[in-house]
């Protein structure tokens, strides 16, 4: 606009004339899916606000602990790993009518409880259209899936709220008086179900302090045999999934 603010002018783009650019705006132009959840034992109990521990950023790696990026997500790393992030998340969309995977990203997990993707930009960005289950896994957490389908384009999806759960509360656990949920700990095989082989697991593993380690329940960089961690196991046993996601 000029001086007087009232000179503009409209101009028409052939998109197919553009310099590497493919596809149609619609489909190109995407926005991005933000999600919120919180992992029991990451979160600051003590604050009384809605953020997560940051002392055990320290132990994260700077790449992905898993051989490839979790649970054969597409490769992901990140240069440094940003003192705001919690740990490594995997979102997938599956199918609603078949539960088949249709696409998964790896993503960080923030202490405010949003996920950024690799490059730290807020939210991740799907190829995938339509509406799907959306589902938050974690390497030693009980996953939870979406009450409701959902557009990965330009939506905002609180998992952290109980409403936003399919499985509601036998999946997630109250944070202290707030509203707020998260992510059972105790399913150290990652395999959605919180069960005696977990704990075998985790009394396998004995020991471990400063190590970064799937049994390390409550997220204090230790591995503990009786305490610390031996609670989350016990209480949480009795979160029997049937399925790898509960419905």
């Not at 606009?1 to 783009?13: E, F, K, P, Q, V």
């Not at 249709?102 to 190829?127: I, K, P, R, W």
């Not at 204090?220 to 009786?226: G, T």
């Amino acid at each position: 606009s000029g001086a007087g603010g009232d000179c503009t002018d409209a101009l028409d783009i052939t998109w197919t004339g553009v310099a590497n650019y493919t596809g149609s705006v619609d489909v190109t132009c995407k926005s991005v899916l933000v999600v919120g959840m919180f992992l029991e034992g990451a979160y600051n109990t003590t604050s009384g606000d809605t953020t997560m521990r940051t002392d055990i950023n320290t132990l994260i790696p700077l790449t992905s602990p898993y051989a490839v990026a979790p649970w054969n997500a597409p490769a992901a790393s990140v240069a440094t790993m940003p003192t705001a992030v919690v740990d490594w998340v995997l979102v997938e969309l599956r199918d609603p009518a078949t539960n088949a995977l249709v696409e998964s990203q790896a993503g960080l997990l923030s202490t405010t409880g949003y996920v950024f993707d690799t490059d730290l930009n807020f939210g991740l960005t799907f190829n995938a259209t339509g509406e799907y289950n959306v589902i938050v896994r974690h390497r030693n957490h009980l996953p939870v899936m979406s009450s409701g389908t959902v557009d990965p384009d330009g939506t905002l999806l609180d998992m952290a709220l109980l409403p936003n759960i399919l499985g509601g509360e036998q999946q997630v656990s109250r944070l202290g008086a707030l509203n707020l949920f998260a992510l059972k700990a105790g399913d150290v095989n990652a395999n959605g179900i919180i069960n005696r082989t977990d704990f075998n697991i985790f009394k396998q593993a004995g020991s471990l302090l400063n190590t970064y380690n799937s049994s390390d329940c409550n997220m204090d960089k230790n591995v503990s045999p009786l305490t610390g961690d031996f609670p989350l196991i016990r209480q949480n046993t009795s979160a029997l999934a049937p399925n790898q996601v509960r419905y």
